[in-house]
Each structure stands twice: as structure tokens, then as C-alpha cells.
């Protein structure tokens, strides 16, 4: 089976930035579309981004569009997310998950498999 595993979380100020990464072991991510979730306490956990096989990307929410950019590097069988201008309402558990179609970024059970989650926390 697919393991995903997601690296790159940590404690940032307010304006602050943070990439993220997702890669796999037992298979590749090359044939599978990747996307970022997060889940704040309390919360629905909700789509962030996707790219897809084909190479577009997207994001969902308007809080994050012109702030976050989701890439793929193939090479080193890695997806990132680049997160810029962070706010406190970013703070969230950011999980990768793997699947076959971007469009299900709103049906977070839609998706196969997924990484355990790194934690981003943006606090002064």
C-alpha cells in the first residue's frame, strides 16, 4: 500500500511562511493526484489544494488563494506546499492524501491514502 508521510510543520509568527513537503514510500506519487487538507480543533477537516497527474494545480479556499502554492517534483517523489503570509487562522493539522481526481478536494472520503498529519501552528 501507498504510505504517505508529511514533513515541514512547525510554530511561525504571523506573516511568517512554511513548505510543507508529502512523499511515499511503497510506491510512487506519480500516478496519483495530491492534496493538501487541514483540520483545525474543532473543525471540518477541509481541502487546501490539489495537483493533479496531468500537472494543474488548485486552490480551493479564497483565504489561501495568492498565499499558498502547491508543487510537484517528480524527481524526488515529492509534492509541496509553499505557505506564505500565514495567518492564526492557518493554524491546523495539514495532512497529504493521495487519489484520482483533484475535483474530490471537497470529499475529503473520497480520497485513499493519507500521511498522519504535521502540525502548523502560527501564533505571536
Known amino acids: 500500500q501507498l504510505q504517505l508521510v508529511e514533513s515541514g510543520g512547525g510554530l511561525v509568527q504571523p506573516g511568517g511562511s512554511l513548505r510543507l513537503s508529502c512523499t511515499s514510500s511503497g510506491s510512487t506519487l506519480e500516478h496519483y493526484s495530491i492534496a493538501w487538507f487541514r483540520q483545525a480543533p474543532g473543525k471540518e477537516r477541509e481541502g487546501v489544494s490539489c495537483?493533479?497527474?496531468?500537472?494543474?494545480?488548485?486552490n480551493y479556499p479564497d483565504s489561501v488563494k495568492g498565499r499558498f502554492t502547491i508543487s510537484r517534483d517528480t524527481a524526488k517523489n515529492t509534492v509541496y506546499l509553499q505557505m506564505n503570509n500565514l495567518s492564526p487562522e492557518d493554524t491546523a493539522v495539514y495532512y497529504c492524501?493521495?487519489?484520482?481526481?483533484?475535483?474530490?478536494?471537497?470529499?475529503?472520503?473520497?480520497?485513499?491514502?493519507w500521511g498522519q498529519g504535521t502540525q502548523v501552528t502560527v501564533s505571536s
Open positions: 492524501a493521495a487519489g484520482q481526481h483533484c475535483p474530490f478536494i471537497t470529499i475529503a472520503t473520497a480520497w485513499d491514502y
Open positions: 495537483t493533479s497527474t496531468f500537472g494543474s494545480s488548485t
